[in-house]
């Protein structure tokens, strides 16, 4: 999964004000039925309570505001990769919603089986898991969450929102309807 997306503001999306070093922003990732991209707002955390932004709200997380280094344009910024949105939704100085809880929650299984991030147990009181990002050496506690059918079943209605629909499966370009069926393979005989 990789998104391209805008990198952090340096103003208000709402007031236009321009941020302070450490002032708390509350960061948006929506997806506009209008636009074909996700389209990434940030917004201070006094005006987010009044941000209604067109489209579906895929994840939204508070943060402390870190100025770029001048000159930094890197192409690493501006793209949205699963560890990239693992990494910011699951930092430490970020506050976890319980929207995004799911999908972090997803986003660390996805990591784990990729092996870029280890599991390291539990918390003393059971309530989060430990995992190990192998690149920067970081540990992060996800909260612990039982992973059943429904969990699934509502992560992929966020993570369908986030990168699209599926297409529907086709033969030949022509794409299958309810009661067509594939053709049988053709045997080299």
Do not use: Y
């Given at each position: 999964m990789e998104l391209n997306l805008q990198p952090l503001s340096t103003v208000c999306h709402v007031t236009q004000d321009a941020f302070l070093a450490g002032q708390r922003l509350v960061s948006f990732l929506v997806r506009d039925p209008a636009q074909p991209e996700i389209v990434r707002y940030d917004v201070s955390e006094?005006?987010?309570?009044?941000?209604?932004?067109?489209?579906?709200?895929?994840?939204?997380?508070?943060?402390?505001?870190?100025?770029?280094?001048?000159?930094?344009?890197?192409?690493?910024?501006?793209?949205?990769?699963?560890?990239?949105?693992?990494?910011?939704?699951?930092?430490?100085?970020?506050?976890?919603?319980?929207?995004?809880?799911?999908?972090?929650?997803?986003?660390?299984?996805?990591?784990?089986?990729?092996?870029?991030?280890?599991?390291?147990?539990?918390?003393?009181?059971?309530?989060?898991?430990?995992?190990?990002?192998?690149?920067?050496?970081?540990?992060f506690e996800i909260p612990a969450g039982d992973l059943n059918p429904e969990f699934f079943i509502q992560v992929q209605a966020q993570l369908s929102v986030l990168v699209g629909e599926p297409k529907p499966p086709s033969v030949a370009g022509k794409p299958l309807s309810g009661g067509d069926e594939p053709p049988p393979p053709v045997s080299a005989t």
């Open positions: 006094p005006a987010a309570a009044g941000f209604a932004p067109a489209g579906v709200v895929v994840c939204r997380w508070v943060h402390l505001f870190k100025p770029r280094k001048p000159g930094d344009t890197s192409e690493k910024t501006l793209k949205l990769t699963a560890e990239t949105l693992f990494l910011t939704l699951a930092d430490p100085s970020a506050e976890l919603t319980p929207e995004n809880t799911r999908l972090v929650q997803f986003l660390a299984l996805m990591l784990e089986r990729k092996r870029l991030l280890k599991p390291r147990g539990r918390t003393a009181d059971g309530l989060r898991t430990v995992v190990e990002h192998t690149k920067s050496k970081q540990l």
